[in-house]
């Protein structure tokens, strides 16, 4: 299945990154080894433990937001033989509900414009549904992605949440239609775990072969930003607050990496934490951190013996960035931007590895 056509827009989203990570991953454990024990520490969509679990790795991905949770417990967690059968058996049932104007339909669609009011009503159908039928957590996981991924294919966005379009979307007149996630058999390392702790606390309690780390770079809220999607996976129905019609609990829920003063140290702290016996660390250069500083930190490890490698390539920015700058009101109110990142990933190891041959990136380019 296309990597594309399964995961919803997301401004981390490492697609382009797929091959340098995995293959960083195996040479970090010493050559073109296909087992062992990952911890993704923060795990977004997903998109890095689902291409290392399909690698063989058995892996554990962690975050702190419940949709990136249960994006996890899908994509990681549950294994194909377990679910997929009664997820095919959901998908055809639910794909049937007319359904009638909720809580989505009245925060998402009416007060705010993600989704059109007839999308809508299905997705409340849809999400009561669901939450009536008690489903074991992992088959759960599946249909909540499943109806995520649906929500996502018809919105009216440009991938984040902060704001929606003035006007609608063509895709967004499309109906909304589930369909199985691509979950796979397991790893033949063994069953991946889907966690949602604080990221120390995951650290703290799992030792593995390689810790991959992809923290948030910059002031921007994860929560914030597809708060939406932590609505609809938790169901909580909360209170909103401004015209992107964002959970109250946004203005609380921020985590150190979005403060440029605390950043440094909270990384130094996890990469303390760590059980690990290599890490790779991925950041761009538009983070709070600069590229020497995230060496010096690496440096430090293993009592300072630690060795460093560091791939850098440059890609094209996520699509809000090659169009514009919309307010809350989806009216263009600024040009279009820097259309090229460098990202960096970086290997660290108790020893030294060799990177030549690393695939290369899709060379970046303007839109």
Known sequence: MDERSRVIKYIGSKRVLLRVIVDAVRRSLGGAARHGTVLDAFSGTSRVGH????????VIAND?????????????????????????????????LSGEPGYFTNVFCERARYVQPFNGARIDAIREEIAKKGLEPELEAVMLVSLMEA??????TTGLQMAYL????????????????????????????????DVLDAARRHEVDVAYIDPPYNQHSYLGNYHVWESLVTWDKPEVYGVACKRVDVKERRTVYN????CAAALRELLGALRASAVVLSFNDEGFLS??????????LWRGAAHVATIQNG?????????????????RVGQVGKLTNTEFVYVATPRPIALEGV?????????
């Open 291 to 300: 590229h020497d500083e995230i060496e010096g930190m690496l440096s430090e």
């Open 64 to 96: 702190h937001n419940a949709y990136a949770a249960a994006l996890a417990r899908c994509y990681v967690q549950a294994d194909a033989a377990d679910v997929l059968e009664d997820a095919g058996m959901l998908v055809r049932e639910f794909n049937a």
């Open 359 to 367: 695939p290369e990136l899709m060379p970046a380019r303007s839109a």
């Open 259 to 262: 403060s440029r003063p605390r």
């Open 166 to 197: 003035k006007g609608w979307s063509p895709r967004s007149f499309n109906d909304l239609e589930l369909r199985v996630p691509d979950v796979l058999e397991r790893a033949r390392s063994g069953k991946g775990v889907a966690l949602q702790f």
């Open 315 to 331: 890609f094209r920015r996520y699509v809000g960035a090659r169009i514009g700058i919309y307010n809350p009101q989806g009216e």
């Open 51 to 58: 291409a290392l679990k399909r690698e063989g790795f058995r």
């Open 151 to 156: 929500a996502d294919r018809v919105d009216s």
